[in-house]
């Protein structure tokens, strides 16, 4: 099909037969903005029209403007993801996985498939990632409506009034079957019967149907309601996004240290010249395994060996893998988790010891260095076996480091971290690497 220098195109009929929306001429524009397609014989198709490519750009431009106005995108109309890059270098140095998250929302934007949870506290972003999803895909001409959890609500209940311009059944019929559907500050809203109800009819209705949504949320995950929770599980539908953590366990999470945060699978050295053979296997494996967790973190990983030998270092890399990838992770000693315990009892801490010990125990990947060198006190013991217990039954990922061996710890732990369904137990038989110099002549750190 080739368009002639004056606007008409060709009646080619060897063009004709290769495509049933050859145009017949325009004559910009003889068709007034439309015409008729050709059928395989030639002649003009007179019982439909198509837009004239003259006119093909202003009818987008008009359909993105239409889609806008209905969109409820508003204020926020202007936020792309071009326009994230000085908040995301901004979020980048507060630790808070924004560049993992924000790479997250490109892709789900190119190929809304599933929803997409966004989770972090106030002011993390999580609302311009969500927005920017929903003005690209308004770019490119397919629908997309954003709106805050609780205005939602408020419209849906407005339009039971007589004096309502659309009726319940059509708004809410709508919002179900939107092509995509922001919804912000989810979780917030007033948590009535009636609210609960509808928003577990929408979001049946959209997992069902398996239309794409985006979910924006402070609220952790555990303090929803079980039957909103059960929407978010299906790790093969619902990517949930955390973006940086409360501030409590973000001023605890040991890769807040620069050593720790140093520490990476590209810098782990398992080839030492004054390694045995043997011993050289051995490390290798120890950080093949680490890898594996990282990438997919599943059950439990314990790695055991003398102070020095590479333990704190794997299990620092899968904690820095993590979270390049945008994932939750907490990092912590054992011994420095249990006086930051210790400290709520105080009267002048600003957290609560429930609150604090229900994030650790849930959080997603959790760290443990050093188990079993904490002042082996029996409310230590108590605590320690709250969480390790909680963890087992709930088979949360957990990596464990430790110099003690098994036989040396208590039982009720022991017996949870060599359960064969759940925990593999690597021994480091590596030697001290502290003071040694490596090929390259800089000191290795390891613990």
């Known amino acids: 099909m080739s368009k002639a220098n004056t606007g008409t195109w060709s ?38 029209i198509i837009p004239c490519r003259c006119i093909e750009g202003d009818l987008h431009r008009e359909q993105v403007d239409h889609l806008a106005k209905h969109s ?58 969500a927005c920017s999803i929903a003005n690209h895909r308004l770019s490119l001409g397919q629908a997309a409506f954003y709106i ?41 809203e007033s948590p009535t019967p009636w609210a609960k109800e509808k928003l577990i009819q929408l979001l049946n209705h959209r997992f069902h149907a ?79 395994l680490a890898q594996e967790f990282a990438r997919g973190p599943e059950g439990w990983l314990v790695f055991q060996g003398v102070n020095g030998c590479g333990k704190t270092h794997l299990a620092a890399a899968i904690a820095n893998d993590r979270v390049s990838r945008g994932e939750p992770v907490f990092f912590i000693v054992v011994p420095d988790l249990l006086d930051h315990l210790r400290a709520t009892y105080g009267a002048g801490s600003q957290l609560s010891y429930d609150d ?30 709250q969480l390790i217990n909680y963890r087992y039954n709930a088979r949360f990922p957990t990596v464990v480091t430790m110099c003690s061996s098994l036989d040396e710890i208590e039982n009720r732990f022991s017996s949870r971290m060599v359960d064969p ?12 690497y502290r003071g040694d110099v490596g090929s390259s002549g800089r000191k290795a750190h390891r613990r």
């Open 421 to 432: 369904r759940l925990s593999c137990v690597f021994n480091i038989i590596a030697p001290d």
């Open 356 to 385: 604090l010990f229900e994030s650790i125990k849930k959080i997603p990947v959790l760290v443990l260095d050093d188990f079993g060198e904490q002042a082996a006190t029996p409310w230590a013991q108590e605590k320690l076996y």
């Open 148 to 188: 805050g959890t609780a205005d939602l609500l408020d419209h849906l209940r407005s339009a039971f009034s007589p004096a309502s311009d659309i009726a319940y059944d059509e708004l809410f019929e709508r919002i179900k079957n939107i092509q995509l559907l922001v919804l912000d500050d989810f979780g917030v």
């Open 210 to 288: 398996m239309l794409p949504t985006v979910v924006v949320t402070d609220v952790r995950l555990e303090k929803m309601d079980e039957r909103l929770q059960a929407f978010f599980a299906h790790d093969d539908f619902c990517r949930v996004c955390f973006i940086g953590q409360s501030s409590s366990l973000r001023d605890m999470d040991g890769l807040q240290l620069a050593l720790l945060k140093s520490m990476t699978f590209d810098n782990f050295d398992y080839k030492r010249l004054n390694l045995s053979l043997e011993q050289r296997q051995n490390l290798e494996q120890a950080f093949r």
């Open 11 to 48: 009646k080619d009929k060897k063009a004709a037969s290769r495509s049933e929306r050859t145009e017949q001429k325009c004559s910009l524009c003889g068709g007034v903005g439309f015409v008729h397609p050709l059928l395989p014989s030639g002649q003009p198709d007179f019982s439909q």
């Open 72 to 129: 409820n995108i508003g204020l926020f109309a202007h936020i792309t993801f071009d326009s994230l890059s000085a908040l995301e270098q901004k979020k980048g140095e507060m630790g808070g996985h924004f560049s993992a998250a924000l790479k997250k929302a490109r892709g789900f934007a190119d190929e809304p498939r599933g929803w997409l949870m966004f989770c972090g506290p106030a002011g993390c972003g999580k609302t311009h990632l």
